[in-house]
């Protein structure tokens, strides 16, 4: 968690200043978190165990792939980068909607986004323990069995939603 971020103000404006990720969560700082909701073809949602081995939330499961956003990226292009580095694809998610998230490890803007892939990811086993590919009604019912991560339960709800709306 030492990548470096740009702090954001509560209206998710770029205040010019980088600091260190680990220092804008121990100090509350908002900062920029891009996030994917992965789809199969038929619709099936990806979800994953965090490796063990990761200082944040081991072992949780997560519905969305992504991390932060580097010194200068867009969203997009951190969801992008997110979803190459940890399920070793190349695709554009499209981003859907942002909000200030304040049930994760510290505040910070969430960018949700959501992509169609392949079914043959092939995550990257320092960041992903396990994944599997579920329905929505079966991610429904995991969600309340399963220990997944706040941000998974906020950014899920905030998704389907969204995607009700849109309908």
Known sequence: ?????????????????????????REGWLHRIAVTVCRDESGRI???RRSEQLSRSPGLYEVQVGGAANVGESYEQAAAR????????????RLLFTFLNRSGL???????????VPDA???????????????????????LEWCFTP????AFSRYLT??????
Request: hydrophobic share 45%; charged share 25%.
């Open 106 to 116: 510290s505040p910070h803007w969430l960018g949700v986004h959501e992509a169609v």
């Open 82 to 93: 997110e979803l190459a580095e940890e399920l070793g694809i190349r695709v554009l998610p």
């Open 151 to 154: 941000d998974s339960h906020e």
């Open 1 to 25: 968690m030492n990548e470096l971020v740009e702090r954001v103000d509560d209206q998710d404006r770029v205040l010019g200043v980088v600091v260190s990720r680990r220092q804008a969560v």
């Open 46 to 48: 990806l979800v994953h």
């Open 121 to 143: 990811v092939v995550p990257d086993p320092d960041e992903i323990a396990w994944h599997g590919w579920l329905t929505e009604l079966e991610l429904r019912s995991a969600l």
């Open 162 to 167: 969204f995607r009700t709306t849109q309908s």
